[in-house]
């Protein structure tokens, strides 16, 4: 049984910023990758910024230069450094984890209910 619980979005106007966090919980042998997706009503989930393995990022074209993710592993927690926010960044932010339950078992995806991010021009 895992859950991811994210926080920190709000409304904020063009150019300013936001810190996402979201912290994984349960019983879990380990979590190889961590990271961000967003989605707007119509549009598909977009990865935003990922985590992986070996202490290597990732980030969408659309936000490199802005957004810094970086991970706690000691807390299971993520975070989403938003800098310089544009109106287009405007969606429903989502955190998603690649877990382990237990020494014997594949690895399974989880993902958090979701933040709101409002940018306003």
């Known amino acids: 049984q895992v859950q991811l619980v994210e926080s920190g979005g709000g409304l904020v106007q063009a150019g300013g910023s936001l810190r996402l966090s979201c912290a994984a919980s349960?019983?879990?042998?380990?979590?190889?990758?961590m990271g961000w997706y967003r989605q707007t009503p119509g549009k598909l989930r977009d990865m935003v910024a990922l985590?992986?393995?070996?202490?290597?990022?990732d980030y969408a074209d659309s936000v490199k230069g802005r957004f810094t993710i970086s991970r706690d592993n000691a807390k299971n927690t993520v975070y989403l450094q938003m800098n310089s926010l544009k109106p287009e960044d405007t969606a429903v932010y989502y955190c998603?984890?690649?877990?382990?339950?237990?020494?014997?078992?594949?690895?399974?995806?989880?993902w958090g209910q979701g933040t709101q991010v409002t940018v306003s021009s």
């Open positions: 998603n984890a690649r877990v382990r339950l237990n020494v014997l078992s594949r690895e399974y995806d989880y």
């Open positions: 349960g019983t879990m042998f380990s979590i190889t990758h």
């Open positions: 985590s992986i393995d070996g202490g290597n990022t």
